[in-house]
């Protein structure tokens, strides 16, 4: 199945458009409708929003996820873990979500992996008690100076066994993955435990060395990527994540976005 990362504020009409998301929104006739309505058709069945802000309404990530289940489209969500705080806090953006049996949210590593394995233990414990359509997914990183613990797949696979709960397991970031076997700080492959634990993927190209950029057949091992994947019975998402910021007005939000997904048309199914 595929999925795309998209800024919540075009879902839930609220909070603030920077320019690259209002060109992204403009060439689809501003109508965020018609554009879920045509990335539908294009073969996305899957949309990932972010929720950070603890003292959002829980409205507003209810408003995105309906936004999405009008066109038929399910829902992962783009968390973010702090380790200072209870799990009703962490929790509550998303009290008011309904419709789906199960969610994923996808979470980065703290500063260290014992705060980061503690943190994951106290939410799982928290899901299993009271919010129990919620599962995680811990995400590699790209390596950086205070990167935190989880930069690179078997740092993630380390905490998972440290969680060591069903309900917590791995999102493979393809690009930054790659990022870090371009500069030799991780081999070509990742790590068998880390491989078994992905139920997430998070994909976009390195060019020039940058992060999330749309896909152009020659700035990522995609096909190997998911192959291995597949390989190992993967059933999960293939999630494209474009920072349109990062590239407008260069390349155009719609065509970064729509050029990506037949990409990754032709090799995930
Ligand atoms: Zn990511």
């Known amino acids: 199945?595929?999925?795309?990362?998209?800024?919540?504020?075009?879902?839930?009409?609220?909070?603030?458009?920077?320019?690259?998301?209002?060109?992204?929104?403009?060439?689809?006739?501003?109508?965020?409708?018609?554009?879920?309505?045509?990335?539908?058709?294009?073969?996305?069945?899957?949309?990932?929003?972010?929720?950070?802000?603890?003292?959002?309404?829980?409205?507003?990530?209810?408003?995105?996820?309906?936004?999405?289940?009008?066109?038929?489209?399910?829902?992962?969500?783009?968390?973010?873990?702090?380790?200072?705080?209870?799990?009703?806090?962490?929790?509550?953006?998303?009290?008011?979500?309904?419709?789906?049996?199960?969610?994923?949210?996808?979470?980065?590593g703290l500063a260290d992996m014992n705060t980061t394995a503690a943190a994951l233990k106290t939410l799982a414990a928290y899901a299993d008690a009271h919010m129990p359509r919620f599962y995680f997914a811990l995400e590699n990183n790209r390596r950086r100076p205070g990167g935190g613990a989880c930069q690179s797949c078997a740092q993630v696979a380390q905490a998972l066994k440290a969680v060591d709960h069903p309900r917590v397991n791995a999102c493979w970031d393809f690009g930054h993955f790659y990022s870090n076997v371009r500069n030799s700080f991780e081999s070509p492959s990742p790590p068998e435990d880390f491989l078994a634990r992905a139920v997430h993927t998070h994909i976009h190209g390195l060019t020039d060395g940058k992060t999330h950029f749309p896909l152009n057949g020659d700035n990522l091992p995609l096909e190997r990527y998911c192959a291995l994947l597949a390989a190992r019975g993967y059933r999960g998402i293939y999630n494209l994540e474009l920072d349109f910021r990062r590239f407008y007005p260069q390349i155009e939000p719609r065509t970064a976005l729509e050029e990506s997904i037949s990409l990754l048309k032709e090799v995930c199914v």
Not at 25 to 43: C, T, V
Not at 62 to 69: Q, Y
Request: proline residues 5%; hydrophobic residues 40%.
């Open 1 to 108: 199945m595929i999925g795309i990362s998209l800024p919540s504020a075009i879902l839930n009409g609220s909070g603030s458009f920077e320019s690259a998301h209002r060109a992204l929104l403009s060439a689809y006739n501003n109508d965020p409708a018609q554009m879920l309505g045509s990335l539908r058709a294009r073969g996305v069945e899957s949309v990932e929003f972010g929720v950070r802000d603890r003292d959002a309404d829980p409205a507003a990530a209810a408003r995105a996820a309906r936004c999405c289940a009008d066109t038929g489209l399910q829902v992962t969500i783009h968390g973010e873990l702090r380790g200072d705080e209870s799990p009703e806090c962490f929790f509550h953006p998303y009290e008011a979500l309904q419709g789906q049996a199960s969610y994923i949210i996808t979470l980065h």
